[in-house]
């Protein structure tokens, strides 16, 4: 341990060394917490390129083949800069295979070029860039949907139940219960059979009525303990109605659970698509998905692998990203994830406070004998072991800056 | 602790009564049962529909069809199928093959997934928790389907061309395996740069070793373990399982565990040429189990002297870790048989199914029949459920190690393995076991993809099945044992959270 280390209050539970505790704090001195939560995320350099990914992926789908979606009588239809739309079928050329080539010519390939059809074509002709671009925008549209519609619902009960426990808690987590005790692949199922025909959209909202249950309760947790907290307290005195206290006090402190679990829920709910869409549970046949390319394709694994790599490589880069950008918000919104600071930097501060402590220990010196005389009497620290140190940390003020004892916390 | 539990099942059963009744009528009210017979030619149409209708009680709406369904539940008996079929002889047989199927693959990526999660944790922020971290996000991705093709044509197609005419590996793969194997240890090992140079050169060296010798004693044709792979798995597991829990200075645990594997290599030829052609049912081979266990407890305690329980729990595992590899090297003795039999024909990993259909054999025999058939959906869903485990043990062990308590054993002087092992492991088991209590209670539940897939008719397969044909009566039998499992060991898991944490009360 080292000089500063003595207990101070407040930081008896934290786990870290101070030296630890001055280099995160000096980071985020002066900064609001959204400030330090976004910097916080975008050190995160797996969260950022994953970022960077999905954002082209996105463009990249709903731009190459336009969007084509049509939500009980309202049509969203527009056209995309590809040469072909995912229903079009080409004559077939070079036996449907991929005219993509990234080997240039002097490593000795054919050069870059992509072709008519980087993809290559399936039996009938169509073209596979097309499908797999018409099959992303589906999974990602249902992606989002499901977030959405998870999200408030699971927020709004977890809240409620949360703030007004008793019988209301009671009765919406018995109702959690029961939805939670069906597994989500069945429920789907069930569902997706009933609703599937009726597009991407409805199957959508259909899965996102039953996957809010895991949100809902770690929204009821959290609640349950910031309604404990001062600020709600003085809300309540100030007047404020449960409605603002839930909405605008409670609520914007527990977004951290609320926006990782989010995320999350969304990896989940793409593969879930998939899943269920590969069972025949899922988007139905003339529409298509990346689970239905799969599942149309598997068997023609060896004649065709492109019909069989591309879906499989958006699924897995979809949930990738999502899973490391869910993965680079939860370490910037949990404080008691700390990432330690490398050996080199740690030692360099822990000289720095060394030094900055020698100064500082006379007079916390003098404060303990202030407050603790009746513990100890004698103007020293708590432990028994810590008088030499801090003698020899006030004998030698400004003295040994590269020197300074090094220990290990 | 008696009214937690009682209220806590009475609360259960109301939930599933209402999840059966929500369940039961979205499968009833999802078609119609009866539409294969409508569109049907047979002249006795007519009549046909309305058998079934008076066999299913199609006449009454689903909403009080339920409560036929109900009672008949309450009688233990979950009715019958479109086809006429007693649900009770297939929910029966599906428990067995999911059964078959699951166990192994969550125990092992139980115990690969504490393995990788703890390493990462003790090298927290290293090139090899990168690493980790990336594969099992990438492996959390993975859609489960989509393994499964890739895992066919590469694994089962590929390995058995491989086996087809003289399997020898080449050599870039060698080369590859070991550069793996040295990374792999060089960045779990700790030490300086020179420390992690020579274990790097020793795993490269062993790793070479291994495979340039199976290469030339033909063993993909011929493979076992012979009596010196099972001597340096038993003397391996002796020092390794010693070294992990109290440490080599301890002489005397050393020993008893020296014993043990020394116990497990002198039966070693006995059991292999002439006892186990005695064995011929799987419920020998269990009591065969539970005495190695009997005997190396007893060795532990003969030999352990005043710290008894340590070295028992060394003994044992080194017992079951001997046995284990002994078991293996017999099944290992009629692979050869067994892949150039007539159904088999030289290429044993199957694709699909869970047995191989007209084998007759010993039961060494149909175990590595069984192993066959299990190496796909086994490794598929190792790499899906692998990737949970390593995360929750990893964050678990990381929480633990910031704790006080922790500092205070390095603060009073304890060696990393006792702190690690004795301190942090334990406490980081805690809400593991949580996990698992609750994972072992969806295993039943099974795979529906994994098993949709591979083949195999287990619970998935009673569910999907019945919910294509619009019949409540399978789905709701598979639904009633997964959800009544769900709930009971979700109880389980409170309960032993309450259990191995003293600071949590049910109350």
Same mark, same amino acid.
């Given at each position: 341990?080292?000089?500063?280390?003595?207990?101070?209050?407040?930081?008896?539970?934290?786990?870290?060394?101070?030296?630890?505790?001055?280099?995160?704090?000096?980071?985020?001195?002066?900064?609001?917490?959204?400030? *330090? #939560?976004?910097?916080?995320?975008?050190?995160?350099?797996?969260?950022?390129?994953?970022?960077? %990914? +999905? =954002? $082209? @992926?996105?463009?990249?789908?709903?731009?190459?083949?336009?969007?084509?979606?049509?939500?009980?009588?309202?049509?969203?239809?527009?056209?995309?800069?590809?040469?072909?739309?995912?229903?079009?079928?080409?004559?077939?050329?070079?036996?449907?295979?991929?005219?993509?080539?990234?080997?240039?010519?002097?490593?000795?390939?054919?050069?870059?070029?992509?072709?008519?059809?980087?993809?290559?074509?399936?039996?009938?002709?169509?073209?596979?860039?097309?499908?797999?671009?018409?099959?992303?925008?589906?999974?990602?549209?249902?992606?989002?949907?499901?977030?959405?519609?998870?999200?408030?619902?699971?927020?709004?009960?977890?809240?409620?139940?949360?703030?007004?426990?008793?019988?209301?808690?009671?009765?919406?987590?018995?109702?959690?219960?029961?939805?939670?005790?069906?597994?989500? *692949? #069945?429920?789907?199922?069930?569902?997706?059979?009933?609703?599937?025909?009726?597009?991407?959209? %409805? +199957? =959508? $909202? @259909?899965?996102?009525?039953?996957?809010?249950?895991?949100?809902?309760?770690?929204?009821?947790?959290?609640?349950?303990?910031?309604?404990?907290?001062?600020?709600?307290?003085?809300?309540?005195?100030?007047?404020?109605?449960?409605?603002?206290?839930?909405?605008?006090?409670?609520?914007?402190?527990?977004?951290?659970?609320?926006?990782?679990?989010?995320?999350?829920?969304?990896?989940?709910?793409?593969?879930?698509?998939?899943?269920?869409?590969?069972?025949?549970?899922?988007?139905?046949?003339?529409?298509?998905?990346?689970?239905?390319?799969?599942?149309?394709?598997?068997?023609?694994?060896?004649?065709?692998?492109?019909?069989?790599?591309?879906?499989?490589?958006?699924?897995?880069?979809?949930?990738?990203?999502?899973?490391?950008?869910?993965?680079?918000?939860?370490?910037?919104?949990?404080?008691?994830?700390?990432?330690?600071?490398?050996?080199?930097?740690?030692?360099?501060?822990?000289?720095?406070?060394?030094?900055?402590?020698?100064?500082?220990?006379?007079?916390?010196?003098?404060?303990?004998?202030?407050?603790?005389?009746?513990?100890?009497?004698?103007?020293?620290?708590?432990?028994?072991?810590?008088?030499?140190?801090?003698?020899?940390?006030?004998?030698?003020?400004?003295?040994?800056?590269?020197?300074?004892?090094?220990?290990?916390? | 602790?008696?009214?937690?539990?009682?209220?806590?099942?009475?609360?259960?059963?109301?939930?599933?009564?209402?999840?059966?009744?929500?369940?039961?009528?979205?499968?009833?009210?999802?078609?119609?049962?009866?539409?294969?017979?409508?569109?049907?030619?047979?002249?006795?149409?007519?009549?046909?529909?309305?058998?079934?209708?008076?066999?299913?009680?199609?006449?009454?709406?689903?909403?009080?069809?339920?409560?036929?369904?109900?009672?008949?539940?309450?009688?233990?008996?979950?009715?019958?199928?479109?086809?006429?079929?007693?649900?009770?002889?297939?929910?029966?047989?599906?428990?067995?093959?999911?059964?078959?199927?699951?166990?192994?693959?969550?125990?092992?990526?139980?115990?690969?997934?504490?393995?990788?999660?703890?390493?990462?944790?003790?090298?927290?922020?290293?090139?090899?928790?990168?690493?980790?971290?990336?594969?099992?996000?990438?492996?959390?991705?993975?859609?489960?389907?989509?393994?499964?093709?890739?895992?066919?044509?590469?694994?089962?197609?590929?390995?058995?061309?491989?086996?087809?005419?003289?399997?020898?590996?080449?050599?870039?793969?060698?080369?590859?395996?070991?550069?793996?194997?040295?990374?792999?240890?060089?960045?779990?090992?700790?030490?300086?740069?020179?420390?992690?140079?020579?274990?790097?050169?020793?795993?490269?060296?062993?790793?070479?070793?291994?495979?340039?010798?199976?290469?030339?004693?033909?063993?993909?044709?011929?493979?076992?373990?012979?009596?010196?792979?099972?001597?340096?798995?038993?003397?391996?597991?002796?020092?390794?399982?010693?070294?992990?829990?109290?440490?080599?200075?301890?002489?005397?645990?050393?020993?008893?565990?020296?014993?043990?594997?020394?116990?497990?290599?002198?039966?070693?030829?006995?059991?292999?040429?002439?006892?186990?052609?005695?064995?011929?049912?799987?419920?020998?081979?269990?009591?065969?189990?539970?005495?190695?266990?009997?005997?190396?407890?007893?060795?532990?305690?003969?030999?352990?002297?005043?710290?008894?329980?340590?070295?028992?729990?060394?003994?044992?595992?080194?017992?079951?870790?001997?046995?284990?590899?002994?078991?293996?090297?017999?099944?290992?003795?009629?692979?050869?048989?067994?892949?150039?039999?007539?159904?088999?024909?030289?290429?044993?990993?199957?694709?699909?199914?869970?047995?191989?259909?007209?084998?007759?054999?010993?039961?060494?025999?149909?175990?590595?029949?069984?192993?066959?058939?299990?190496?796909?959906?086994?490794?598929?869903?190792?790499?899906?459920?692998?990737?949970?485990?390593?995360?929750?043990?990893?964050?678990?062990?990381?929480?633990?190690?910031?704790?006080?308590?922790?500092?205070?054993?390095?603060?009073?002087?304890?060696?990393?393995?006792?702190?690690?092992?004795?301190?942090?492991?334990?406490?980081?088991?805690?809400?593991?076991?949580?996990?698992?209590?609750?994972?072992?209670?969806?295993?039943?539940?099974?795979?529906?993809?994994?098993?949709?897939?591979?083949?195999?008719?287990?619970?998935?397969?009673?569910?999907?099945?019945?919910?294509?044909?619009?019949?409540?009566?399978?789905?709701?039998?598979?639904?009633?044992?997964?959800?009544?499992?769900?709930?009971?060991?979700?109880?389980?898991?409170?309960?032993?959270?309450?259990?191995?944490?003293?600071?949590?009360?049910?109350?």
């Amino acid at each position: 341990m080292t000089t500063t280390s003595t207990p101070q209050p407040g930081d008896a539970n934290s786990g870290v060394t101070d030296a630890e505790n001055s280099i995160e704090l000096k980071e985020v001195e002066g900064l609001s917490q959204g400030q *330090i #939560v976004r910097r916080r995320f975008f050190r995160h350099r797996g969260a950022v390129v994953s970022m960077v %990914v +999905l =954002a $082209i @992926i996105v463009v990249l789908a709903f731009s190459a083949v336009g969007f084509d979606f049509a939500v009980f009588d309202l049509a969203i239809k527009t056209a995309g800069w590809w040469q072909w739309t995912w229903t079009s079928i080409p004559t077939p050329q070079n036996g449907g295979a991929p005219t993509l080539s990234l080997i240039p010519e002097f490593l000795g390939g054919d050069g870059i070029r992509f072709g008519d059809h980087p993809f290559g074509q399936d039996e009938i002709g169509r073209d596979t860039f097309a499908v797999v671009m018409r099959g992303t925008q589906q999974s990602i549209v249902i992606m989002i949907v499901v977030g959405l519609i998870a999200t408030a619902i699971g927020t709004v009960i977890g809240a409620i139940a949360g703030y007004y426990r008793g019988w209301v808690d009671s009765v919406l987590m018995r109702f959690t219960d029961i939805i939670i005790t069906i597994p989500l *692949i #069945v429920i789907g199922a069930v569902l997706g059979l009933a609703f599937g025909r009726l597009g991407a959209f %409805v +199957l =959508a $909202i @259909i899965i996102g009525l039953f996957t809010w249950t895991g949100l809902a309760r770690l929204v009821r947790a959290e609640v349950l303990s910031l309604r404990e907290r001062e600020f709600v307290d003085a809300a309540r005195v100030a007047g404020a109605s449960d409605r603002r206290i839930i909405f605008k006090h409670i609520l914007p402190n527990a977004v951290g659970v609320i926006i990782v679990n989010t995320t999350l829920l969304m990896a989940a709910a793409i593969l879930l698509e998939t899943g269920l869409s590969f069972l025949g549970y899922g988007v139905q046949a003339p529409d298509t998905s990346l689970g239905v390319i799969i599942s149309q394709n598997q068997a023609a694994f060896a004649t065709r692998p492109w019909l069989f790599w591309w879906p499989g490589v958006f699924i897995i880069a979809i949930a990738l990203c999502i899973n490391f950008i869910g993965d680079g918000l939860r370490d910037a919104f949990d404080p008691r994830q700390k990432r330690l600071p490398n050996a080199r930097k740690l030692a360099k501060m822990r000289t720095e406070t060394l030094n900055r402590a020698s100064t500082v220990v006379p007079s916390r010196g003098a404060g303990m004998q202030a407050g603790g005389t009746a513990v100890g009497g004698a103007g020293r620290g708590f432990f028994a072991d810590a008088p030499d140190e801090s003698d020899r940390g006030s004998g030698s003020t400004g003295g040994d800056a590269d020197g300074g004892p090094s220990r290990n916390s | 602790m008696a009214t937690f539990v009682v209220r806590r099942l009475i609360a259960s059963i109301f939930v599933l009564l209402a999840a059966t009744f929500l369940m039961y009528n979205l499968v009833a009210f999802s078609g119609d049962p009866l539409e294969d017979l409508r569109t049907s030619n047979a002249p006795n149409k007519e009549q046909l529909i309305e058998s079934r209708t008076r066999l299913l009680n199609l006449d009454v709406a689903p909403p009080l069809r339920y409560f036929i369904w109900f009672f008949g539940v309450l009688r233990l008996d979950f009715g019958i199928s479109v086809q006429g079929r007693d649900v009770n002889a297939m929910l029966e047989q599906a428990i067995g093959s999911t059964l078959q199927l699951v166990t192994i693959a969550t125990v092992l990526a139980i115990i690969l997934g504490l393995i990788v999660g703890i390493t990462t944790a003790l090298r927290q922020y290293s090139g090899y928790d990168y690493t980790v971290t990336f594969i099992s996000f990438l492996f959390f991705s993975l859609p489960i389907f989509w393994v499964a093709v890739l895992l066919k044509q590469y694994i089962a197609i590929g390995f058995n061309d491989f086996l087809q005419d003289d399997p020898q590996l080449p050599v870039w793969l060698i080369a590859l395996l070991s550069a793996a194997s040295g990374l792999l240890w060089a960045s779990i090992i700790p030490g300086a740069l020179k420390r992690k140079i020579t274990t790097f050169v020793i795993a490269v060296g062993a790793t070479v070793s291994i495979l340039v010798i199976m290469n030339l004693v033909d063993w993909f044709t011929v493979p076992g373990l012979t009596i010196i792979g099972v001597s340096i798995a038993a003397i391996g597991a002796a020092v390794g399982f010693t070294l992990l829990i109290t440490g080599l200075q301890n002489r005397r645990a050393l020993r008893a565990a020296l014993v043990t594997a020394g116990i497990g290599l002198a039966v070693y030829f006995p059991f292999q040429y002439y006892v186990s052609f005695f064995i011929t049912e799987w419920w020998m081979l269990i009591l065969l189990g539970l005495a190695t266990v009997g005997v190396s407890l007893l060795v532990g305690r003969l030999m352990g002297g005043h710290d008894r329980g340590p070295i028992m729990r060394i003994t044992a595992f080194t017992g079951v870790v001997t046995a284990l590899a002994i078991l293996l090297d017999r099944f290992m003795i009629v692979w050869d048989d067994y892949a150039s039999s007539g159904r088999i024909r030289g290429r044993p990993i199957a694709t699909i199914g869970s047995s191989t259909p007209g084998l007759e054999g010993s039961l060494w025999v149909d175990g590595v029949d069984i192993y066959t058939h299990l190496l796909l959906p086994t490794i598929a869903l190792i790499l899906i459920s692998f990737a949970t485990y390593t995360r929750y043990s990893r964050a678990s062990l990381l929480e633990v190690m910031n704790q006080d308590y922790i500092r205070t054993a390095r603060a009073k002087g304890l060696n990393e393995r006792t702190v690690v092992v004795r301190h942090a492991f334990r406490n980081a088991l805690i809400p593991i076991a949580t996990i698992v209590a609750f994972d072992v209670g969806g295993i039943v539940g099974g795979a529906v993809i994994t098993e949709t897939v591979f083949g195999w008719t287990g619970m998935g397969q009673l569910f999907i099945n019945g919910l294509n044909q619009v019949d409540p009566n399978p789905v709701m039998a598979f639904f009633v044992v997964v959800g009544g499992l769900a709930i009971l060991f979700n109880l389980i898991a409170d309960l032993a959270y309450a259990a191995l944490d003293p600071r949590i009360r049910v109350s």
